[in-house]
Every structure is written in structure tokens, then in C-alpha cells.
């Protein structure tokens, strides 16, 4: 019998093998040839893909056309699953793959319209970047062509579909998702209308501080001592701007909070939370759509560094550029480096894959980098329909609403079908909203009262959007002016851009198009049938804050304040707090002589001004309730702010942070709304300092209780309750944490990440250090400490001299094949901040490269 068993038992194990096995050879077919030579449709011409030593692909044309069909065929042979989620984001066709599971968001992203507004944009673009994306997109097809059944990715086998053909609107869909990801101002509106209806406008305007008058801005108080840059040939042009805005008429001003109410006008709605009604509505679907589409809705964009110094402060005599932009986390990265080269057309740096062109980088004469302005671009509006909700009214008369039924294609299920009501101001996105709350609460979910009608009026949805125009330009731009000519062509989101040239030039630049409002600045959603705030143009392209050749030397971006008090134009609200600027400004200092290394250095930067500002307030209130507390304050009073992850001290006083709203202000705002509240890390560190300051009691006092807290009390029993927290995960004695241990940045799998099962294949996390202030960016999310979703998922350092010594670093690896090595091989290099060279010298490129492809051009009839 146990022999018999035994057998068995190895017949088992051997099938077990004989099958891993089948199914590891089945995937493996579905991984790119890098090496020999194959024929496609499409080219005029071969072209050369190189695969360097780190696996980055240098595309050698003849032609820029070409050049680019080697970009869509290389960004297919290693993201295509990517691309495919993304533009089924884009469409709203993330239901025909996944299900009905996946219906709220199609939903949303359907009525929103950023595949209408896509298909728009597409046929206003100007012929030569038609023509440039239909090359990019050529190559695309002509991998998916060739590609089809066990030779896709895995996840095209595992859900059963294979991919359409492209298109140019499929480009142009992942451009507006792009804009959304950088510009959701529209939750702030919905967050400050919330706490008004919950505390009043003086609370409310005390949990959401604005800007420091005295904070550090990216241009001076005045321009009176910044050089007058070369002449701009287009500076008379309206380009780009169809209602340009008067420059003496500058939008209406007000103090964040200080004259709104809770129904303005009479609009209806009550108390209900809409910010959380909006996320949790949202939050139904793919967690992947989810975190995009909520981006900033629940916790701060942390956002991006950049600057740029000339000559007179580098060792070379020559600029040098950095720039580490701060996006959500996945696996695949968002983006895929990789260098296009043909005759007078060479470009490099980091590529988004589903679009043709480099986002930052540089060519053979300037490079760029780009930080996110938050320019209020969105726009929330309450509107009064008639009994049968087909007119809104406006100005005392009634205008019929535009009506777009949208089809939606459901796996396994009957296609829904929705009409998608259209106002003068935008889609009413409540209809989405309203109708995935109701479906929840039918099926055992939270019960919500529905939200008053909400239309929402955002740039990108204007159909003449030429942004990928502007890309396409700069990426052959080869000086200042040709700079400024591609800008032009700008609309959103708008970019912080740093510039620097191989002739010594350094500038800085916001582009694109922020609205100028008839009254009042956005701040919150506004009654959209008075006519009193509407948008009556565009603030002027040569109105836009844009230094050239500061007489400093020195440009720093890191999202902070663009433009000082005293302009008159209106850019936006939302400027989190300059702690990284503030540190990038210090270090560079009055330094000469700087290198790339150093550059290097400060990147890799875990300084914690957040800190350093707020630790000691914190440390002279604190009375420790145990000696675990007293042990954490110990260590905390020895620190020197640096969040590095193998110290204690980070660990402590972030979750320290963290419990301060809950055990503040959570009695007050209530449990849904304080969700949408403490991750503003900006507003909730503004609004401490000030309370904790004037030892503010009608804060501090827990009002569900019988006695009368201090602050004191408020801040002693949070940490008290972090010091709980960490013990659980980390042991009782606080001398032998480690932030590291706690604190990691988390890169999920786009699209499967909701099975569990695949999660230990396909998931990465990797211990960090640095939190949401320092310039090596650590934050953590609110809602599940201590993850880090966003980090500088792309890093690079620009050297204009001749030696180019240029240096940049995705934050995952090329591939989206998890059997690939290079699924995961840059990730060390991530967490050291250990740049990978920037070749472009045939050299250096085939000097150890893992691959050579050559495209040839199939024979023509």
C-alpha cells in the first residue's frame, strides 16, 4: 500500500512538473525577438532597434517617420498589454474584458467622454502630427499583425481577447487620461464644499489653509531683474487660444473659504458628503482604475522636482538639468525609456507607451523636464434642470441639454446602454455618480443620498486640443525660440518646463490654457445658471510666468507657487507645501563647480523639512502615556530629520502625523469625510501648526466626550496610539525599528492586481526611505500606512557639455512580461537612485548591447 501510494504520489509531482512546465514554455513564445531580422508593413525603409546593456531600445532610422514605427513596435513588443488596459481606460471598455464588475467605472469614464472628446481632438490635429502618429501607430499594428494567440502577452491568454488594431484617437485617449491624472482638481471643489456644509466657512477655511504669503515661489516678486529672452517671432499670435482672455482683466480673487456657504445661490444638496459619495463610487471596479481615476481625490499629489543650473555653476561650463517627475506606481512603470535616432532627428528619454513622442528628455541641442503646475482647469457646476431633466436652466431661460447615448459592451452579460446628459458647461457627471451609488446600495452597499445635478467644464474636453502637437515639435525643437514655438501649441495639463541648451541657456516655462473666470477662483462647485461664472477666455500665452537666463543661474520646480501674489493672473489654489524646492534651493546653495554626481546626490536627498518644521512644536506639547512613548520621544529628539530606512525616528513621526487629524478634527468632520480630509498633508500640516500654536482647545477637545481635551492631551494620545500601531507590526522596543520595515513603495500589476492569486508573480514592493517633503519623494497613503503609491517613477539628469555625462533611470525595468529579466531589473537601482548612462553614441550603444533587431520593409505591390 505505500509503495503503491508512493508512486502515486510521484506520478502527482511529475504531472505537476510536466504541466509548470508546459504552461512557463506555453508563456515563454509570447516574449519579444530582440535579435535577426523580420519584415513589416509599413516602413519606407530598415530600421535598426538596438537593445543596450540595460535592455533600452535605440531605434536607428533614416527617416523620422521611421524612427517613430520603430517606437510603436518596440513600445507593442514590451507593454502592449499596458497599452491595450490603457486605452480601454481611455474608451470606457474596460467592461467587454473584465465584466460587470468593471461597469461602474466604464460608467464614469463614458459619461466623462474622454473617448468622444479623443476622437475630436484627433481630427483637429495638424496634418504633420497626423501624420507623425500614424507612423508611431503603424508600428503598433504591424507587431499586433504578426502577434496573435500564444505569441501576445499572457494577460491577452488569460482573459480571452485578443487586440484591435490602433488608431490614432486610441493615442489620443491615453493623452486626455494623462491630463486627468495631473489635473483632478475638481475633488478639492467637492472637499471644500463638504467642510463648509459639515463646519462653516471659518472652520472650513481653517482646515484648508492656503499658500504661505511668504512661501517660495518659482519666479520672483518682480521680473524687473530677469534678462529679456531672445525675441519670440510668435509672441503676436493667438495660437491656441480661440476666447483669448483680456491681460487687464484678471479673474476675481477671494481667500480660500471665506465667503462660501454651504448651498450657494440656493443650490440644492443639503449636508450629504460628496467627496466621499464621488471616491466610493469610484473605488467600485478595478483597483488599477481606481487609483487612477482617484489619483488626488483622497490623498495630496505629491508631484515632481526639476531644476537646472548654467555654466557658471557647473564644473563642465555647461548646464546640467534634473528633473524626477512623481507618478502612481505600477508594473509595468508608466514610462519606457528609449532613444530615436535618424539624421538630424535624435531624441532620448522617457517615452510614454500608447503616444509617439519623448515627454522629457533631450536632443542633440536643448533638453527639458517638466513638474506639475495644478492649474485649476476643472470646474464644477451645480445646475437646475426642468421636471423632466432634459433643459438646465440658464440666465432665467431654459436650454435643452445635448444627449449622447453610449453603448456599453458587458463580458457575459447584455451591452447597457446610457444617455449621457450634456450641459453648456460639460457632461453631468452626477448621472454616473448617482446611478453606481444606487446600484450598490440595491445590492448591500453604503446608502448615500444622490447628488444634485453636476456638470463639469474641463479644458481637455474642448475639441481643439493640440498638446501632442506641442510634443511632437519639441521634440525636434533646437533652441529657445523653437522652444517657445512648440509650447504654443500647449493646452493641458499644464507643465512647469526647465529648459537648458547646449549654447549655455537655462529658462523656465508654464504653458497651456487656465481659464479666466468671470468671478470668483474655483475653489468649489458654483451655480452654473446665474451666467456670473462662466469662463471668458484664456490668461494669454505671454502673460504665463516664463524666466530666461536668471540672473541667479539657478531654476528650482517642485511644484510649489509658479507666480508671485502681486500677478494679476489667477493660476490655481492647490500648491502643496515648498518643502522640496525649499531643500533643492539649500543644497544648491551658492555652490559652483557642481557636477552630475552631485546632482546625483541630491536626488537620492532624504532630508525631511516637514520635520524639521513640525517635530519640535509636536515634542514640546508631548506627554508620553507609557514608556514605549517615552523611548519613541527619546529617539525622536536625537533625530536630524533624516528619512533615511534604516532609522527609527521616520518611522515614529510619520505615524505620529498620521493620527493627528483622526484624534483633531475626526470628532468634528465625521469618519467619511475625515477619509477624504487627512490625506491633504499640505492643508492638515498648515492648519496643526496653527492650531497647535495657539493651543486652539475648540479643536483638540474631543467633543464625544464627557471631558474637555487640550491639545496636549490630543497630541500625547496620538502618539500614543502610533507608538500602538507600530509595535504591532515592528515588536515593543522602539530602539530596533526601522522605517524601511514599515515603509515600502508598492508597484502593482495594471489590470490583474485585483486577483490575489497572481499578486506574489506579478506585484513588486521594495523598503524606502524619505517621506511626502523630501526630494527622494516617500509618501505614504492615509488610508493604508505606510504604502508609497507614488514615486519618481522616472529620474534623470541632463549634461548639456560636450562629454555628456547624461544619466536617467525608470523606476521598474522595460519589460511588461513577468518572465522577462527585465520585468523588474532596474528596481535596486530605483531604491539607490543608481542612474543607468544615457547613450547615444553608436559606441556606446552596441558596446555590450543584448540584442539587435532589424525591421525590414515588406515589398510593395
Known sequence: MTRRLLKAV??????????????????????????????????????????????????LANSKRDALFGLGYVHAQDRLWQMEFQRRIGHGRLSEIFGAAAL???????????GRAARRSWARLSVEARADTNAYVAGINAFVESHRGRKLPPEFSLLQFEPEPWSGEDVMAWVKMM?????????????????IAKVGPERAAQLTPGYPADGLTIVGATKADTPSPPADPESSSSTSQTKPATPNAPATRSTVGTRLDPDPDGAPGGVTAWAPAVAEALSNGNPAVTAFLLNSATTEAIGSNSWVVDGTRTASGKPLLANDPHLGANIPSIW???????????VIGA??????????????HIAWGETNVAADVQDLYLEKLDEAGRAAEFQGQMEPLFVVREEIKIKGADPLTIDVRISRHGPLVSDAINATTAASSATGGPASDPLPPLAFRWIALDDDDTTLDAFLRLNEARNWTEFLAAMRLFVTPSQNFVYADVDGHIGYLVPGRIPVRQSGDGSRPMPGWTGEHEWTGWIPFDALPRVFDPPGHVIVTANHRPNPLDDPHHLGLEYPEPYRAERIAALIGDRRGLTVDDFRRMQADTYSRHAAGLLPLLLRLVEPMSSSDAMAVDLLRNWRYDATADAAAPAIFEAWFLRLAPTIVGDDVGARLLGSYQGRYSYVTRFLVATLTRDDATWCDDVTTAS???????????????ILSLEGRLGEDPRSWKWGDVHAAVFPHQGLDAVAAFRPILNRRVPNGGDWSTVNVGPVVSGRPYEQTEVPGYRQIIDLSPSNDSRFLDAVGPSGH????????????????????????RARIDEGATGTLRLRPALRE
Open 10 to 59: 510521484v506520478v502527482l509531482l511529475g504531472l505537476v512538473v510536466l504541466v509548470s512546465l508546459g504552461g512557463y514554455l506555453y508563456l515563454r513564445q509570447s516574449l519579444p525577438i530582440v535579435d535577426g531580422a523580420i519584415t513589416v508593413n509599413g516602413l519606407d525603409q530598415s530600421i535598426d532597434i538596438v537593445r543596450d546593456a540595460d535592455g533600452i531600445p535605440h531605434i
Open 104 to 114: 461602474p467605472q466604464d460608467r464614469f469614464l463614458r459619461t466623462v467622454g474622454f
Open 179 to 195: 491630463a486627468w491624472d495631473l489635473g483632478a482638481n475638481y475633488s478639492q471643489e467637492l472637499l471644500r464644499r463638504d467642510l
Open 336 to 346: 519606457y525609456l528609449a532613444h530615436m535616432s535618424a539624421g538630424a532627428f535624435d
Open 351 to 364: 517615452t510614454l507607451p500608447g503616444t509617439p513622442a519623448v515627454a522629457i528628455g533631450r536632443n542633440r
Open 708 to 722: 474637555t481635551e487640550t491639545c496636549r492631551h490630543a497630541v500625547s494620545k496620538a502618539l500614543h496610539d502610533a
Open 818 to 841: 513577468f518572465l522577462s529579466p527585465l520585468y523588474d531589473s532596474y528596481l535596486d537601482r530605483f531604491r539607490t537612485v543608481d542612474h543607468l548612462p544615457m547613450r547615444v553614441d
